[in-house]
């Protein structure tokens, strides 16, 4: 081992070894699955602003996003706006409505819960096609988050790249299995602000060894002015409407992400919304804001073009820090892994054990068997997910965008219009969601002309006409109950 990674091993395992020891503590706390899966509804404003950031963050924020902007320059600022649009849109109409509403109806854990008692709907189709689309788009969205432990591990330590993603599972499983979501919000507070001063370091000594904000610009000017034109490709075309649309667009998918909506609904009370709106709201923009600055600092300082662009947050750590800091930035990479993977991991195990089981076997489960079905789950889903994140050319970014965008487009329309609609039915409700996961997986294929447009788009549009279309066809069998009980919750809101 080099000099260079001894020093860099000792931060990782430092960090390591305190992750680890928020799980083991969260492990006593964890009594029953209800403590598992939203750690008893007992998170403080900060800790769910914090830790619905983290768990939004993987490993993207710190490899995709930048190495977008290192080809692309500004133009990567378009999905930064957009995604915090997104962040305050969600947390202004989702976060206070659906923590009230999941705990009036029975307390539901899950999404697929929420959504099939709040239609009172007697048949299996929605529970179940919500909880299998979950899983579906999950297992691509974990399988990114593998993908850049693979590649962080294999750059830093020179890792086989397959190793690498194997040691990264195992990490991860080591304190998701046995925490739960007090495990994995706990730490997701400690990963953030480690995460977010990864960010902050790199931009600030980069741009103060050029000399200033000035001259670092210009130093980026001199190489590409166009990289510093947001309305501009790196090779000085004008971006299409098409283009700025679809990159906009990513802020839509906030509404169907089942590991941030957890923690809308593990907050304390609702009267907490207002105060991590504006923390959760903050925090992303800073965040998203210094991704692309740092992949801006790689254009200025790196002399040789990267072959992989998504590295280019590991180059500039191992360029200018001593080791041991160098290690400390470089462990907010697999931070940023962990938050993300360790949610999406819980989420998937929940609506296993919560919602598909139970369908599967027609038999209810105590609340001791259902944590153990859970904690199964989380192993086979991680397995899973390590398939498909063995091929060490994936990109993270295009990995994350597609699950991204089949997460949004199924489950964002069909909960978001559940809070607002009276008239919306069951039936409404699984055509969005069957529509709006198919639009993305079909979209997704197609490529030329309108099909260059981000599939979460033409999917989330998709999936509202659906559920408007099929509610209003369908209205005449609308269970006078479930009118009753959306005016009983709109009332305790």
Request: some cysteine.
């Amino acid at each position: 081992m080099s000099q260079l990674s001894l020093p860099t091993l000792m931060a990782f395992l430092i960090y390591v070894g305190i992750v680890l020891g928020i799980g083991f503590y969260a492990y006593a706390r964890t009594r029953n699955s209800g403590d598992y899966f939203l750690g008893g509804r007992q998170l403080s404003p900060t800790v769910s602003a914090i830790s619905a950031g983290a768990s939004d963050m993987s490993g993207w924020v710190l490899l995709g996003l930048p190495g977008y902007a290192y080809l692309a320059g500004l133009e990567a600022a378009w999905i930064s706006i957009g995604l915090v649009i997104g962040v305050a849109a969600n947390w202004l109409l989702m976060a206070k409505r659906l923590r009230i509403y999941s705990a009036q109806l029975d307390d539901a854990v899950t999404l697929p819960a929420y959504l099939q008692r709040r239609f009172v709907d007697p048949s299996p189709w929605l529970k179940s096609i919500a909880s299998v689309s979950i899983l579906l788009f999950f297992l691509f969205y974990v399988g990114s988050g593998l993908i850049a432990g693979g590649k962080l591990f294999n750059e830093v330590f020179g890792f086989d790249y397959r190793i690498a993603v194997v040691v990264s599972v195992g990490l991860i499983l080591l304190y998701t299995l046995f925490g739960g979501f007090l495990a994995v919000s706990w730490t997701d507070v400690f990963q953030g602000i480690l995460m977010l001063l990864a960010l902050l370091a790199v931009p600030l000594l980069v741009i103060d060894q050029s000399g200033g904000a000035g001259q670092f610009a210009a130093s980026i000017d001199s190489l590409n002015p166009h990289l510093l034109n947001m309305f501009t490709s790196a090779e000085g075309e004008a971006l299409t409407l098409m283009t700025i649309v679809s990159t906009m667009a990513w802020g839509l998918g906030y509404f169907g992400q089942p590991h941030i909506l957890a923690r809308f609904k593990a907050m304390r009370s609702p009267e907490d919304t207002s105060r991590a709106a504006s923390i959760g709201v903050s925090w992303a923009l800073l965040c998203y804001a210094l991704a692309i600055l740092v992949g801006l600092c790689g254009i200025a300082i790196l002399d040789a073009p990267l072959e992989d662009p998504e590295k280019v947050f590991i180059a500039l750590t191992s360029l200018i820090f001593h080791p041991l800091i160098a290690g400390v930035l470089l462990a907010a990479i697999l931070a940023a892994i962990m938050s993300t993977v360790d949610s999406q991991l819980l989420v998937c195990s929940a609506s296993l054990a919560e919602d598909l089981y139970p369908l599967i076997t027609g038999k209810t489960l105590g609340a001791e068997r259902r944590l153990r079905v859970a904690r199964f789950a989380v192993v086979a889903l991680a397995l899973l997910a390590t398939g498909l994140a063995m091929n060490p050319d994936s990109k993270v970014l295009d990995v994350v965008s597609y699950a991204w965008a089949g997460l949004g487009a199924s489950l964002g329309p069909a909960i978001l219009l559940s809070l607002y609609w009276r008239g919306m039915t069951a039936q409404g409700a699984l055509a969005g969601v069957l529509t709006g996961g198919l639009s993305v997986i079909v979209w997704s294929r197609l490529d030329g002309g309108l099909f260059d447009l981000y599939a979460l788009l033409p999917g989330f549009v998709l999936a509202l006409i659906a559920i408007v279309v099929v509610s209003f066809l369908s209205r005449k069998g609308l269970d006078s109950r479930v009118a009753e009980q959306f005016e009983r919750m709109l009332a305790q809101r």
